[in-house]
């Protein structure tokens, strides 16, 4: 541990909106600490294991929640530098534009942001810059307003895809190539960093070849700028309030076995939305005894974590793609001719192998064993907008335990997209099978030991929302939280509804904006400007 105690910055977790944070900080010259309770993902074969990565679950957190009945639960989620953009697939989408505004869907409402797209557009457009999204534009029908390309073409589709692709595009679909953070380059792939292997979504990265957290924002910036400390395995335990009751004066945290406190003029919490909304509740005092910003209530409540699927498509003819996850329909995300409200999103996962089927097993179709469905198998990943209920939320039992309570919503919208995906498929066609290639569809549950969604939280968002109303919203605008004059959350946390696409790239992206806004408030954005053009 550094003998400094006292830092202009102090940066908890080191995922997604942490790690882009402290990036943006960076060039400023101010004493900037980020605490990561884990460690670095160690570099090793089992990265590329599918029985280690999959059926083991050798990265998983080692720890344990509860449901709302009281029942263990083991969540899919890993604590180290990076957080879980070490494990994402990397699919780096924008929120629609009308996702920013409220939405009737046939489960209730998803409200209005208190800020527009256009307020995040030329920060998408950072965003897809710093993780190297590879992408195309003008081809999904719901792609939001942009300025320019993507920095980078768009992953092709490798055979089996590019078929499928053209069936879809001949019923009138508009299939795009999905925008992904991984840095293949297809033009020179004797010096590609990316190999386009089949351990991508779900598997750290072994040659360092997938935009996460930590390779895009973490590593340059402790290579550049010594004003930034990471301190590694430094749990922390609680944000303690000064004798005003309205600024953070101190950060408690475990390391090496020992309880050290730190301080600093700002906190930024980014530790994912169910352990920042636990990390909040756990600090109440006598100030705030309902958890530190917290007058409205709102602390832990609205969780969402979208109602996701996947889901086989068996067909006759094999499938033989190695990266599978450049194929994206967004025709139902909207409401269509197919039906008046907002199905969501369909894309793929990484291509399933005999492993990754046992971790999750699906009902084995008649006639077919477990290594040919995964050898025939197209593998879709389905996700609806999980719509934020007050009553799904984190919470902290008397054994100092998240609880996490959670009811599935917004359910006929994900089964009609199910329902459409199944008619797409049979009006596919081969030239060996004909129309009766298609052999049907079947569940399958990718997480180790658990249903979806409760231990899939990769997609955390919505437990420490941000609003203009004190009474109705934990943080203002700037994620700054309104009782607590120096505390900001810039992990999914903030998020008031959640679309039905990954969550990530908006959370870099206002991690970007609220790192503008913390320079203007240090004072500091000379300094950054002036370091950026050096």
Not at 259 to 274: F, M, N, R, Y
Not at 306 to 334: E, G, W
Not at 490 to 495: A, L, M, N
């Amino acid at each position: 541990m550094a003998q400094q105690l006292r830092y202009d910055i102090i940066i908890i977790g080191t995922g997604a909106g942490g790690a882009t944070l402290a990036k943006r900080l960076a060039p400023s010259g101010m004493k900037i600490l980020i605490l990561e309770r884990g460690d670095y993902v160690p570099r090793e074969k089992e990265n590329w294991s599918s029985l280690e990565v999959n059926l083991k679950g050798h990265y998983l957190a080692k720890e344990k929640w509860r449901t709302k009945d009281g029942e263990v639960l083991e969540p899919h989620t890993n604590y180290n530098v990076g957080g879980n953009t070490k494990f994402f697939g990397a699919a780096l989408f924008r929120l629609r534009e009308v996702d920013f505004g409220e939405i009737q869907h046939a489960g209730g409402i998803s409200p209005a942001w208190p800020i527009s797209y256009k307020d995040l557009e030329s920060y998408y457009d950072e965003a897809e810059h710093l993780f190297e999204v590879r992408g195309e534009r003008g081809v999904d029908p719901t792609d939001p307003p942009t300025t320019g390309p993507y920095p980078y073409p768009a992953i092709s589709h490798e055979e089996r895809l590019e078929r499928l692709s053209a069936d879809f595009s001949s019923m009138g679909l508009h299939p795009f190539h999905t925008p992904l953070g991984v840095r293949l380059d297809e033009q020179h792939r004797r010096t590609s960093r990316c190999i386009r292997c089949n351990t991508c979504d779900g598997f750290p990265c072994l040659i360092h070849a997938k935009s996460d957290a930590e390779m895009m924002c973490i590593e340059p910036t402790l290579k550049m700028h010594d004003n930034v400390t990471l301190l590694t395995k430094a749990k922390v335990t609680s944000l303690k309030t000064g004798s005003s009751g309205k600024e953070i004066a101190g950060v408690l945290f475990e390391h090496d076995g020992e309880q050290v406190e730190v301080s600093a003029d700002v906190v930024v919490v980014s530790c994912g939305a169910i352990n920042s909304a636990a990390l909040l509740l756990r600090s109440a005092n006598s100030d705030h005894p309902d958890g530190l910003a917290n007058r409205s209530g709102v602390v832990g409540r609205h969780y969402m974590g979208h109602t996701n699927s996947v889901v086989m498509a068996l067909s006759l003819c094999p499938n033989p793609t190695i990266f599978q996850k450049t194929l994206s329909i967004n025709d139902f995300y909207q409401a269509s001719g197919e039906w008046e409200f907002p199905m969501g999103h369909i894309s793929f996962v990484g291509k399933l192998d005999l492993d990754t089927l046992r971790a999750g097993a699906p009902a084995i179709a008649p006639g077919w064993s477990l290594e040919l469905m995964a050898k025939h198998s197209l593998d879709f990943w389905l996700t609806t907008e999980d719509l934020p209920n007050p009553e799904n939320r984190v919470t902290i039992n008397s054994a100092g335990e998240i609880v996490l309570s959670y009811t599935p919503n917004n359910l006929e919208a994900h089964k009609r997209l199910k329902h459409q995906l199944s008619k797409m498929m049979k009006s596919t066609s081969c030239e060996f099978h004909g129309p009766g290639c298609h052999q049907g569809l079947f569940d399958r549950n990718i997480f180790i030991g658990q249903q979806i969604p409760l231990a899939g939280v990769a997609h955390q968002n919505g437990t420490v929302r941000f609003g203009h109303d004190p009474l109705t919203s934990a943080l203002d605008i700037n994620c700054k939280a309104h009782d607590v004059d120096n505390l900001y959350v810039v992990d999914g946390s903030f998020f008031p509804s959640s679309g039905a696409v990954n969550p990530a790239l908006t959370i870099v992206a206002n991690a970007l904006r609220v790192g503008d806004h913390l320079l203007e408030r240090m004072h500091a954005r000379k300094e950054v400007s002036q370091a950026l053009h050096a």
